[in-house]
């Protein structure tokens, strides 16, 4: 109960439960493998705030059973976070509106990919298939509209793990009620610090870091694992992207993921402000380097930019091979999608960066395929590539243009190919300056959070130290941990593993303070 009394007065990050006021009725939806222990102290904590709370899971949203779900889940997500290269299997399933003609292509051209990505699951029943499809989509939303539109007393929804705009447009007429994803239903998430960072300090650390890009003129970015890129604004662009560039934990560092929307208030979060921004094609130049996605790893791969577009794709095993086949995808390179001046699919996207230091890496993801926890510590930046865009211009529903597009000519309909890189630097120049830079993030850390201004705000909830320290430092052979970088770029996975072992048995020797002193920390 403490840790969930803790969540539901959380006013920061992508699950502010906190925002909802006492009186309010909330809906949150939850996804099959939801901890029923979590699940009511979640509820008996908001209701102790006077909250009413609707929790419906996911199943009974699309008319199924537990029992229904939970096994077409389980057989048609076979994987675990070694097979990183599954994130592309997501991408064809979820990203086209019709991924029968990619796998296709796919299986024509390349039937060893294919088979490594889709045999086991077209082994299973189509039956079952068809009932995994309704979890976590436009399924859901169906039914919550409905839900919404005969409970009138809901003024808040949390919904989902990841992509809040596209969630909130897929509720229509009731998007103005989603206020935010729903992380908290295991205890990995609920019991641990990220739910206790006091709101106030989260949100300054967020408006220090996206203050500066309506000045800067140049943006640079590096990684100990080969990310060097770079790209540079008029200064009309700085200014839409800083007043654009916030969303509660994970901040927009990219011009065009920032645009193609109603962006974010950062004053009157969730509300959206009423100016659509066309989206900024930005000429992006360099290579961008990792070994991790949403997924899980992978090895070592490289994506070539020149001038915001994709032009090679280096190495990454079979996450790269798949790359490489879909950048001669029919049409891809050649048609311009709408609201874009130029034309392709392969646009550089996302620069999303975390903000809570408190966040870390989950092992229990990774064993079911899942590696999004990461995403969300301070400093730690996920790429995304491929054109989006989120909102016509009408109004902040889902983008009419944007799936009419792509379903005419088969083409995929939203950005995905993530890399991550969780000890980046990522510094802007401000306009009229020869040289004066501000790094927002160095190795992985987001420095304002050793500023003068934000150490004083937490020093009211303790030590400041103690309050900002970081939670979790990733551990890179070569890089920050004795070993090789080379030959643990080669199979991440057995270093990741061996290191998740370590930390579940209480052995591993980076733990601070050690577990002889009776305390571990992730």
Do not use: C
């Not at 960072?197 to 970015?221: Q, S, T």
């Not at 092992?363 to 995304?384: K, Y």
């Amino acid at each position: 109960m403490p840790y969930a009394r803790a969540a539901v007065r959380q006013t920061g990050g992508r699950t502010p439960l906190g925002l909802v006021e006492k009186g309010a009725g909330v809906l949150i939806v939850t996804e099959v493998t939801a901890d029923s222990m979590v699940m009511q102290a979640i509820k008996r904590a908001y209701e102790e705030r006077g909250v009413k709370v609707h929790m419906v899971p996911e199943y009974e949203l699309v008319g199924l059973s537990r029992d229904e779900a939970l096994n077409a889940v389980k057989a048609t997500h076979w994987y675990s976070s070694e097979q990183g290269y599954m994130e592309a299997a997501n991408w064809i399933e979820n990203r086209f509106v019709e991924p029968e003609a990619p796998k296709q292509w796919l299986k024509e051209r390349r039937p060893d990919l294919y088979k490594a990505m889709f045999e086991k699951t077209d082994a299973v029943p189509q039956n079952v298939r068809e009932i995994a499809k309704k979890l976590g989509g436009s399924a859901v939303a169906e039914g919550m509209i409905k839900f919404l539109d005969q409970h009138s007393d809901v003024q808040a929804v949390f919904w989902r793990r990841g992509g809040r705009p596209r969630t909130a447009r897929l509720l229509k007429q009731h998007s103005a009620k989603f206020y935010g994803n729903f992380i908290f239903d295991n205890r990995w998430e609920l019991m641990n610090k990220a739910a206790t960072f006091p709101g106030d300090v989260w949100k300054l650390a967020e408006e220090r870091v996206i203050e500066p890009l309506a000045w800067v003129d140049r943006v640079e970015a590096s990684d100990p694992e080969g990310t060097r890129m770079s790209f540079e604004l008029t200064e009309e662009q700085a200014k839409i992207w800083g007043s654009a560039a916030y969303l509660q934990g994970h901040l927009f560092l990219s011009p065009y993921q920032a645009t193609g929307r109603f962006p974010y208030s950062s004053v009157e979060y969730p509300a959206l402000q009423k100016k659509w921004n066309a989206p900024l094609l930005i000429k992006v130049n360099g290579v961008f380097a990792g070994t991790n996605n949403h997924t899980g790893s992978f090895p070592r791969v490289e994506a070539h930019v020149k001038d915001g577009y994709i032009t090679e794709v280096r190495g990454g095993g079979l996450y790269g091979e798949v790359w490489r086949e879909f950048l001669k995808y029919p049409k891809i390179n050649e048609l311009t999608y709408p609201y874009q001046d130029r034309p392709g699919y392969w646009w550089f996207y996302e620069a999303g960066t975390g903000t809570n230091p408190k966040f870390f890496k989950r092992p229990d993801e990774n064993l079911v395929g899942n590696n999004q926890s990461e995403r969300n510590n301070a400093g730690v930046i996920h790429w995304g590539f491929g054109g989006s865009v989120v909102h016509d211009p009408e109004k902040p529903e889902e983008s009419k243009a944007w799936i009419d597009f792509p379903r005419q000519h088969g083409l995929p309909k939203d950005h995905w190919w993530h890399i991550h890189n969780l000890l980046v630097t990522y510094r802007v120049r401000v306009r009229g300056t020869k040289n004066t830079w501000i790094t927002l993030i160095n190795k992985g850390e987001v420095t304002n959070l050793r500023s003068p201004e934000i150490r004083a705000l937490a020093s009211r909830y303790g030590n400041p130290d103690e309050v900002l320290s970081e939670d979790w430092v990733p551990h890179l052979p070569g890089i920050n941990a004795p070993g090789r970088y080379e030959d643990y770029a080669k199979d991440p996975w057995q270093t990741l593993t061996h290191v998740m072992k370590k930390i579940e048995g209480g052995t591993y020797e980076y733990f601070y303070p050690s577990p002889k002193a009776g305390k571990t920390k992730n």
